[in-house]
């Protein structure tokens, strides 16, 4: 399962999206996902970010078969409800969930100018109020 992440004004793919898609691809071709759910809403009025990261893949060699898109949901909470009912609707019971973390070099230099460090403190923030959130209401 891949999530969704971002596309950019021109409707290529994110780095983060980018980065995410193709671990994916070689979770895949490593044998560990027989499936790729490709999450990616329209954010744009355009091509959604699942179809742009679904072409990738197989211009890469994925078969595709082996490829789900999923263009609903424009958080990590409706992408999850949306992967229980894709793969559920397949009886999967178990998923790999490809995830990077963000690269060293990109944190070092974003942290080289001011604008860059409250870019970070922001982030750092809304993932700290969205695992409060999360615990909150029960989720984790």
Aim: glycine fraction near 8%; aromatic fraction near 2%.
């Amino acid at each position: 399962v891949v999530l969704g992440a971002s596309l950019q004004r021109d409707g290529t793919l994110s780095s983060a999206s980018l980065r995410r898609v193709v671990h994916g691809i070689r979770l895949h071709r490593n044998g560990l996902a027989p499936l790729l759910l490709l999450h990616g809403a329209d954010r744009r009025g355009g091509r959604t970010e699942a179809d742009v990261r679904a072409e990738l893949a197989t211009e890469l060699g994925v078969a595709r078969s082996a490829i789900l898109t999923e263009r609903d949901g424009a958080t990590t909470r409706a992408e999850a409800t949306r992967t229980a009912v894709v793969l559920g609707d397949r009886s999967v019971r178990t998923i790999l969930l490809a995830v990077l973390p963000a690269p060293a070099a990109d944190v070092a230099a974003s942290a080289a100018s001011a604008s860059g460090r409250l870019q970070i403190a922001t982030r750092v923030l809304q993932e700290l109020a969205a695992r409060v959130y999360y615990s909150v209401a029960g989720y984790l």
